[in-house]
């Protein structure tokens, strides 16, 4: 007769850390309707508790551990109060809870009356959080009418007397485990303390870091178990830590070997022992949230599959030291490296890392920050006369310093990683200090300062696109502003389901108020932000200082911050801190780039050196890749000899009018009521916004100049642009008549008006000209734009770009497009 499925859950301290959680994990083993064998870990906090009383009475504080001991019998008593009726079980409850503090207040006595904790008795008092926790487990267990049965783990698991970190002989543990748990399994729920075990001598042992999880394994493999539940207090194994990397996700799979790696390089959720026991007997283990039962986890099995197949996660660890041996002496001498790693053994260090040369004068390796100095001290006495003989030139530690490892299975066979991995260290600007790759090919580690860990790690998430989630802040709700709003909320669910890409918009700031949610704002609020309702009925507050305001993004700790800037602001000084602070920058605003040239290469130096997108294709060319095929042909080295065209889709829309025989007072006020022109209607008119234009152009071929060298002529007279808005929009038609004459002279011709662009590496010049009505420029209908590129390769037949210049959706388009390149910068 087959044997039933066994499912092994092994409930850690968060998930048993009082009443309410223990009463819920009943109910988790309860919902899955197989014979069921439970493993507890003590509750939440306990084993510190318990560390510190054993230190306390050692110590001699007979005042403190007598304050704690009582703290921790009153919780667990608490505990047991609750979860059991007035009546018999609670007597019987309660009378446990009461002997097992009684034991250990006879052992903690004893402890302070010889002043000696030694390793034995350590392991003993800390057992009690575990023997402690089981009978209460069980209590929620029968108050959900479910038959238990409490286990003492030393009664089944036989162990080394290796106190602390006990070995456990695997024959003899089965044994006992398959004689006294199968047949409970069968007809009962074993209840089975983590953590703890016994030796053949009686002695009480403790398994180490991550215990209970091990228990639940070896429980697991004696059993035959089909799976190996671990629940806990997150929802999963992660692709990095989410403390440094905010937008981490859950991974849905993972292999036996890569759950190892993540473990060694700094993961919490499981202890490296914990997979084997479980790998060697082919039985999944999953991680699920207790606290989010509902989250399906992570599962580790033989293999891993799921989303991403490459590298699955970027590991860290902090607080390493970097000991390194260097000299001449070392190259081809047998033996160096065999006592390099002998001193550390002797200095009883663990090695987490190693490196070195190909050419043999440098061993570096990696170890606890606290163990540096140690084992430098052993390495010195190692190497004592290879010094005084110059053999050795030097012994020496770096610290802080921290470990990153990308790792996975998917990596083996796949050319690029290091490279991908390499570039996006780099575009941060990280100094790598140290390499190591296994021939596996599961992971690659590298050190780098402690101080660059956090940027590193973020860095080389995105690079490897386990980041997809930019966290936008816009800054600017005119017209173009909601308008962008409009079409991030009609694409945000495609970009997610086709593409994995998340635009979060955290803040939205206007002239003189702000509305700023870190989690991100909803998408009710953003809604009727694009629908024009004002920041201050949405939960908004006064707009605070730019400094204000990138303190607050730098303290989201989020990566990939994108500030869009679609004000005609001098926004400058505040491009400049973003970047400082780590965040990208996509612009459509002309005023910062066409400000001084000191600026300029301030603001092209800053993104450069922090590895961030600095985007700015709107700035001349609405929603045209004009920007872009620009860069592309500087970055293919050609020559620019000239660029010359249309740069204004306001006043191209205003000269066809013209063109038309329609009044120019009249086309001016029907572009700025189409949204056409600027905010302010004389930056257009007066060439200013073309002369930005044309001036950022030059400055991406090279050419070194200022506002002021550009000879522009403007449509309107000065006396006319000295006025106020209102007035100057009042007097328009004082030139209807001025205009007309120009079209007619042009047209006598065989010529048309277009205010246009010409751009050469030596000079900028704007102006209103008249142009061969079948020429490029000639054609040009309505706010189109027209940028024509003369260079060497595209001499006798310019490359010509064509399209709409203006308006607020090809605008808002294009600084979507801009936001995009930030999302898939990786």
Request: charged share 25%.
């Amino acid at each position: 007769m087959s044997r039933p499925p066994v499912l092994v859950q092994k409930f850690g301290g968060t998930s048993v850390a009082n009443a309410e959680r223990l009463r819920a994990a009943a109910g988790l083993v309860l919902d899955h309707a197989r014979p069921a064998v439970v493993v507890v870990s003590a509750m939440a906090g306990v084993t510190d508790k318990l560390i510190e009383l054993a230190e306390s009475a050692c110590d001699g504080q007979a005042a403190q551990f007598e304050a704690l001991l009582s703290d921790l019998r009153k919780k667990h008593q608490q505990t047991a109060k609750t979860l059991t009726n007035a009546g018999p079980s609670r007597d019987h409850l309660t009378s446990l809870v009461e002997t097992l503090f009684l034991e250990l207040r006879q052992l903690l006595t004893g402890v302070h009356l010889l002043r000696e904790l030694t390793p034995r008795s350590r392991d003993l008092i800390l057992s009690f959080g575990e023997r402690l926790a089981a009978p209460l487990f069980a209590a929620a267990l029968q108050a959900r009418g479910l038959e238990f049965q409490v286990v003492d783990a030393r009664d089944i698991l036989r162990t080394d007397s290796q106190f602390g970190k006990a070995n456990v002989d695997l024959d003899a543990s089965r044994r006992l485990t398959s004689d006294a748990v199968t047949p409970l399994a069968a007809r009962t729920i074993p209840v089975i303390t983590g953590f703890i075990g016994r030796t053949a001598d009686g002695l009480t042992t403790t398994l180490g870091r991550g215990g209970s999880d091990y228990t639940a394994s070896l429980i697991g493999s004696f059993l035959e178990a089909d799976e190996i539940i671990i629940w806990t207090d997150v929802d999963g194994v992660m692709t990095a830590d989410p403390r440094v990397v905010r937008e981490a996700r859950v991974l849905d799979s993972i292999s036996y070997r890569e759950a190892a790696e993540m473990a060694f390089f700094g993961s919490k959720v499981l202890h490296p022992s914990t997979m084997i026991p479980a790998e060697l007997a082919g039985i999944p283990i999953r991680i699920r949230n207790s606290l989010r039962p509902e989250q399906p986890g992570t599962l580790i099995s033989e293999r891993s599959a799921g989303k991403y197949e490459g590298v699955k996660t970027v590991s860290s660890i902090s607080e390493m030291a970097m000991v390194s041996v260097e000299g001449k002496g070392m190259i081809g001498v047998a033996g160096v490296a065999s006592r390099v790693f002998t001193a550390a053994a002797r200095a009883g260090v663990n090695v987490y890392m190693i490196s070195q040369s190909s050419s043999e004068q440098n061993i570096s390796f990696i170890v606890r920050r606290d163990d540096g100095p140690r084992v430098v001290t052993e390495l010195e006495k190692e190497f004592e006369l290879e010094r005084l003989r110059q053999r050795i030139d030097r012994i020496s530690v770096q610290t802080p310093v921290g470990i990153l490892a990308i790792i996975g299975e998917g990596m083996r066979g796949t050319p690029g990683i290091s490279q991908r991995l390499f570039t996006g260290l780099g575009r941060a600007r990280i100094n790598v200090l140290a390499i190591a790759q296994g021939s596996s090919e599961l992971n690659v580690s590298v050190v780098v300062d402690q101080a660059d860990l956090p940027r590193a790690v973020g860095a080389t998430h995105t690079r490897f696109g386990l980041t997809r989630d930019t966290q936008v802040f816009l800054l600017g709700k005119g017209l173009i502003g909601r308008t962008l709003l409009r079409q991030l909320l009609a694409s945000r669910e495609r970009l997610r389901q086709e593409h994995g890409i998340s635009l979060n918009v955290i803040g939205v700031c206007g002239k003189a108020e702000l509305l700023f949610d870190p989690a991100g704002i909803d998408v009710d609020r953003l809604t009727k932000i694009a629908d024009g309702v004002a920041l201050g009925e949405l939960q908004g507050e006064p707009r605070p200082t730019d400094d204000e305001i990138i303190r607050r993004l730098s303290q989201t700790r989020r990566l990939d911050i994108a500030l869009v800037d679609v004000t005609a602001a001098d926004t400058g000084p505040l491009h400049v801190k973003a970047l400082q602070h780590g965040m990208h920058i996509v612009t459509a605003n002309k005023k910062t780039l066409s400000a001084s040239m000191k600026l300029y290469e301030k603001l092209r130096a800053t993104a450069f050196a922090q590895g961030l997108g600095y985007y700015f294709e709107t700035t001349f060319g609405a929603g045209l890749p004009v920007l872009f095929t620009l860069q592309d042909l500087l970055a293919t080295h050609d020559r620019i000899l000239r660029i010359g065209g249309c740069l204004s889709g306001t006043l191209g829309y205003i000269c066809t009018g013209l063109q038309q025989g329609r009044p120019f007072s009249e086309m001016v006020r029907e572009a700025k009521s189409r949204g056409y022109t600027e905010p302010d209607p004389r930056d257009d008119l007066s060439g200013v916004d073309v002369a930005r234009k044309a001036l950022i152009i030059a400055r991406e071929i090279g050419a070194k100049i200022e506002m002021d060298d550009i000879d522009l002529q403007g449509l309107v007279p000065p006396e006319l642009m000295a006025l106020s808005a209102d007035e100057f929009m009042a007097r328009l038609p004082e030139l209807d008549a001025v205009f007309a004459e120009r079209v007619r002279q042009a047209e006598s011709t065989g010529k048309v008006l277009r205010f246009l662009a010409e751009i050469t590496p030596e000079k900028v010049s704007v102006g209103l000209r008249e142009v061969d009505r079948a020429s490029a420029e000639g054609q040009l209908q309505g706010p189109d734009n027209i940028l024509v590129y003369q260079t060497e390769r595209y001499r006798d037949n310019p490359l010509v770009i064509r399209g709409p210049g203006a308006g607020a959706e090809v605008t808002a388009a294009g600084v979507f497009g801009d936001l995009l390149k930030v999302a898939r910068q990786a």
